[in-house]
């Protein structure tokens, strides 16, 4: 087993990412479905939604049952992970049938709740200074996975089989990473007792009720942004390059815009800690709020519109894991694997809100206006951090500096 922090850190951020291609490969297929099964817009908006339908199903049921807490962390993440392996390459070799498959993408998502939460956990067991940093390293990880099928449209996207099959043995390889590598480092709460009590004294937990409201304003806002900004660069380039096609700068300047998000979630989490949890992410909202705001006037000059959504990609995601990292500070030790999945599942509840509200605007006010609402999020999440700030229990945050 490893005993060197950031040799941990950096097979954790391998495991997240490779884990996680669980998640990143759905995005990657659905085209390829898409043409399969010629869908409809609600079906096709199903097989986007339902593996975050998933995801926020077993978080719900892993916070309820105390799974991350009560059950070895490291254990949870092999046995779900391979889980989520499994039920991934199912329709390969079962059934390739439109139900089947959401069925499938149904068990990723659930699977899920016990990867990316846990990862978070294992991470704060082994960092006590500097555990802002270490969290945001690992969620850069993910966020820049979840840019890489935009690159894929610009090669050749494989076969859609081939993709799950690759998504499947870098999982497995995870685990194995994990599982030989990882143990939970020395500021660990040790195992809970099950209890239905326990999600309820997170839930009445104020201090931590305001991390939680800081975080759904942050999730309001993240993901509406990641997948509509496509479909806005398509409509621009349509508009301003008529007759040629928007697949390369919009692949581009997608990925690019995931790709500053997981810098910009790194060196955020390095001023987390050194200025304050609280008082970096507040900053981060006001950025990330006013952009929601500047880029419909923007539409359609595409290049204005890079250089916004630019920012507004680096600011809207290094506040993600400060909300983690302050769960992980101001929850009891034992309960802090429970404390993260709840928190998260709700956020992703969110957002697919949020997600769904933005075409109706769209359709409504058109682009100079479709982000526009995105900003009430931001200021739920500035309001709920300042009343934290005011707490006595804020001192625990990152060494009292909150």
Do not use: C
């Amino acid at each position: 087993m490893l005993k060197n922090r950031y040799s941990v850190l950096l097979i954790l951020t391998v495991a997240m990412f490779f884990s996680l291609s669980l998640w990143f490969s759905a995005n990657a297929i659905i085209p390829q479905l898409n043409d399969i099964w010629q869908l409809e817009t609600t079906s096709l908006s199903l097989m986007s939604m339902i593996l975050i339908f998933g995801f926020i199903s077993g978080g719900l049921s892993f916070s309820i049952f105390n799974i991350s807490d009560v059950i070895k962390t490291k254990n949870v993440f092999i046995i779900s992970v391979l889980v989520g392996a499994l039920a991934n390459i199912l329709p390969i070799f079962v059934s390739s049938d439109f139900e089947f498959v959401l069925v499938s993408r149904f068990i990723v998502g659930f699977s899920l709740a016990g990867v990316y939460p846990v990862i978070m956990k294992l991470t704060a067991t082994w960092f006590k200074k500097d555990r802002g940093f270490a969290i945001g390293i690992v969620l850069g990880a993910l966020t820049l996975g979840s840019g890489l099928p935009y690159i894929f449209n610009l090669t050749s996207i494989p076969d859609w089989r081939i993709l799950l099959g690759i998504s499947s043995f870098f999982s497995v390889v995870s685990s194995l990473l994990v599982g030989f590598l990882i143990t939970e480092g020395p500021y660990r709460g040790g195992v809970a007792k099950f209890r239905f009590e326990n999600i309820k004294s997170i839930v009445r937990n104020k201090a931590m009720k305001l991390v939680a409201f800081g975080y759904f304003g942050h999730m309001w806002e993240l993901y509406a942004f990641w997948v509509w900004i496509p479909i806005m660069f398509i409509s621009a380039y349509e508009i301003t390059n008529p007759g040629t096609s928007p697949i390369s700068f919009v692949s581009l300047a997608v990925f690019g815009i995931f790709l500053v998000g997981a810098v910009g979630t790194g060196i955020g989490g390095r001023l987390s800690d050194k200025f304050g949890r609280t008082r970096f992410s507040i900053v981060m909202l006001v950025a990330s709020g006013i952009s929601s705001i500047l880029i419909g006037f923007a539409f359609p000059d595409i290049i204005l519109m890079l250089i916004i959504a630019l920012i507004w990609g680096l600011f809207i995601i290094p506040d993600s894991p400060q909300y983690s990292t302050m769960i992980t500070e101001l929850s009891d030790e034992k309960l802090m694997g429970t404390a993260l999945t709840f928190q998260t599942a709700i956020g992703f509840f969110i957002a697919v809100i949020s997600i769904n509200l933005v075409p109706i605007v769209q359709e409504q006010l058109g682009w100079n206006f479709g982000f526009s609402f995105l900003f009430i999020g931001p200021i739920f999440g500035i309001i709920a951090l300042l009343k934290l700030r005011r707490l006595s229990e804020s001192q625990k945050i990152a060494h009292g500096k909150k």
